[in-house]
T-cell receptor, first 112, second 114 residues
């Protein structure tokens, strides 16, 4: 069964304290892995797409990496405005029309 | 105009009411989706429309009825809902159902069933 597990469930950081969020996945074949950011009461905002192991994408203080079993979202020197829930989703290959499978998310709190 | 717009943002309805959620996308996409987001649970796919045709119904109860009159608009008609249907309902769109491009989400409708 295709599955996405995110850890930790919640993460508290001090401003400037770098860390990583983990997304482990089990799929029959990966077509794409997606990272989203979601603020309370709002819809998910697209951040990155990764397609193959070894790929990396960067945006401001965020960097996403991908291996054959997991993805990491590295946050360098976070600021309070980075506080949000970060969602990971995968799209599986081999089955036409498969939609995104989401993890439960990691809620990040950054204090000044 | 933002990419994907949902109305209303908040809705409170009784179990005997009938209401509709509306979604509009201005991205030129051909696939549109309804997702349900409940507390402490992953986003759950409800329905998929690709070029106005329904391609997925993820075992959703019949009290939820989708409608897609064209590639830019998507509705979710609600009737005789239960309190456990209270959740954030999210609309999304992507280039095409079979593509592996990203989906863009609306702000959601926070639904409370009383």
């Amino acid at each position: 069964e295709d599955q996405v597990t995110q850890s930790p469930e919640a993460l508290r950081l001090q401003e400037g304290e770098s860390s990583s969020l983990n997304c482990s996945y089990t799929v029959s074949g990966l077509r794409g892995l997606f990272w989203y950011r979601q603020d309370p009461g709002k819809g998910p905002e697209f951040l990155f797409t990764l397609y193959s192991a070894g790929e990396e994408k960067e945006k401001e203080r965020l960097k996403a990496t991908l291996t054959k079993k997991e993805s990491f979202l590295h946050i360098t020197a976070p600021k309070p405005e980075d506080s949000a829930t970060y969602l990971c989703a995968v799209q599986a290959a081999g089955q036409a029309g498969t939609a995104l499978i989401f993890g439960k998310g990691t809620t990040l709190s950054v204090s000044s | 105009e933002t990419g994907v717009t949902q109305t209303p943002r908040h809705l409170v309805m009784g179990m005997t009411n009938k209401k509709s959620l509306k979604c509009e996308q201005h991205l030129g996409h051909n696939a549109m989706y309804w997702y349900k987001q409940s507390a402490k649970k992953p986003l759950e796919l409800m329905f998929v429309y690709n070029f106005k045709e329904q391609t997925e119904n993820n075992s959703v109860p019949s009290r939820f009825s989708p409608e897609c009159p064209n590639s830019s608009h998507l509705f979710l008609h609600l009737h005789t809902l239960q309190p456990e249907d209270s959740a954030l309902y999210l609309c999304a769109s992507s280039q095409e159902w079979l593509s592996n491009t990203e989906a863009f989400f609306g702000q959601g409708t926070r639904l409370t069933v009383v």
